[in-house]
């Protein structure tokens, strides 16, 4: 993310699968809806604010180097499917029946 006004559609985005309306969010994050909707229409928030609305969000700010952020990340879903065996025997392996 190189840009604050990419941060507001990730935010709006939580904030819906929670079901919360931005009124809701005085009680989540202490912030009146006139605040919190400038932040969701682009607004440059303090650090300070960001950290409170991810916090109540449940999300996480992570700063990674650049060179990572711009691998493609494998799912968790996807690395699971290569973990699974495809089949009974390859999961038992060479196992003898006694």
């Known amino acids: 993310m190189k840009h604050l006004v990419e941060l507001a559609p990730i935010l709006k985005q939580r904030r819906q699968q929670l079901s919360l309306n ?27 604010t960001l950290l409170r609305i991810a916090e109540g969000m449940g999300l996480e ?3 990674v180097p650049r060179e990572q952020a711009a691998q493609p990340q494998a799912s968790d879903a996807a690395v699971n499917e290569e973990k699974r065996p495809g089949s009974w025997d390859q999961l038992l392996g060479g196992l003898e029946d006694d």
Do not use: H, T
Not at 22 to 38: A, C, E, F, P, V
């Open 61 to 63: 700010l992570l700063l």
């Open 22 to 48: 931005q009124k809701d969010m005085l009680m989540r994050i202490g912030m009146s809806q006139q605040q919190y909707q400038r932040i969701e229409a682009g607004g440059d928030p303090r650090l300070s």
